[in-house]
């Protein structure tokens, strides 16, 4: 059935908090993984880039087996949900493990670094891909879904503001000077907290839409239907230029405060102020919606945040009042991005149900899950590959050339990405009037039913 219900706060803050326990693992890798890798762990910048490259390519097979998966499950607490309870304790036990450094020898730590890292993002796909479908059948409405992506990633990036401005400090505590010691125990207390939000989020949030014919169909005539889907097609293009800009500008931020700006001790603060627009970003997105509809908003954003990464490009180091003004204003255009896109995805399943008369909406979500994960990997690759032909050396005085890459990597080459993104998202077609057309033509369907 399709289902326009009006959800209650608590429903919305309690689907929130899931986001907000994946953050404790996916903004210590947007900001801090990178940099563990090459400065605590000993690995080439190099290695590291090709390494999250390699690893998320396992990805463009996990996701969407994920999504049939989840798609597939019938449990009397609803196809998604589920997952949050199976998926959580694995999840946290793979965070310690991707922060432990082996005593072995260089070809050993590569290969554990491997292996950890991939067990860690399939188990950031077998909570994360089910979580993100869940938005898609708890209520029909799109200005609803808007509100509910805007409060999950209120919630994400306040998650997100807390790892900025703690890891550091958290790592200085815990280890006592042993900063392998401090990463695996603050890795351990972000799990145990993300296992909380979860089982919160379980108990708080309720599945509503159900396809209006149960059809038997196989995974490959699921994602056959994507090919049909063409707003989707657009939306992951999109969706993943726009997370490469993010993770370039999260992990080389570090880079940028350590070693062009000189100023490790701000780092935190820098990563917080960031994530702090980013909140705020997201929580304005409902009010700016009712003014702009998505696709016009989101090219405005992108341009806007082209233009400061430009300019952020020709500030001196000592400027800092200047280089956080820009970072904070960067922040409040990428924000917006994530609730305007996650809620576009729930829109283009409700097309390809219309269009298809099959609905997949874990496998439309999957692709979610894996244009962000690939966008975080080809921004590794990039930060990697830069860092290592420009000649870094982690934890030495960076050379002139070094200092060059590291600057166009928070700034020009971000600003490449978001102009891309512009383009782009002129292509995307499935606006509010095309919307409503079809979501009164799937409630005609399930009267008739």
Known sequence: MFDNTKLHWREKVGYSLGDMASNF???VFD???????TDVFGLSAAAVGTMMLVTRLFDAISDPLMGALADRTTTRFGKFRPYLLWGAIPLAVAGVLT??????????????AFGTYTFMMLAYTFINVPYGALMGVMTGDSQQRTQ???????????GGTLVAYLTPELVILLGNGDDITGWQLTMACYGTVAIILFATTFMLTRERIQPFAIRQSSVWQDIRDLGHNKPWQILFLLALVIMITISLRGSAGTFYLKYYVGREDLIGAFS???????????????????????????????????????????????????IFVLQCLIG??????????????????????????????????SAAAFAQKLGGALAGATIGWVLASMGYVANQAQSD????????????????????????A?????????????????????RKR
């Open 25 to 27: 693992y996916w903004r």
């Open 332 to 365: 409040l255009g990428l924000g917006p991005k994530s609730p305007l896109v996650f809620s576009m995805y729930a829109d283009t399943a409700d097309y390809g149900e219309w269009k298809l008369g099959r609905r997949a909406t874990a496998m439309i979500f």
């Open 31 to 37: 900001l801090f993984l990178f940099i563990f890798y």
């Open 148 to 158: 509910l992506t805007s409060f999950r990633f209120i919630a994400a990036f306040s």
């Open 401 to 424: 050339a070094s200092q060059s890459g590291i600057l166009l990597l928070m700034t020009v080459i971000p600003a490449f990405f978001t102009a891309l993104s512009v383009v782009i």
């Open 272 to 322: 917080m102020v960031y994530m702090l627009s980013l909140a705020v970003g997201a929580a304005m997105t409902p009010l700016l919606c009712k003014y702009v509809e998505k696709r016009q908003l989101l090219m405005l954003l992108m341009g806007t945040v082209t233009l400061c990464s430009v300019v952020m490009y020709f500030v001196p180091a000592d400027q800092l009042a200047v």
């Open 426 to 446: 002129y292509r995307y077609s499935l606006n509010q009037s095309e919307l409503n057309t079809i979501h009164q033509s799937l409630a005609g369907r399930g």
């Open 99 to 112: 922060f432990t450094v082996p005593d072995t020898d260089p070809a050993g730590q590569y290969l554990w």
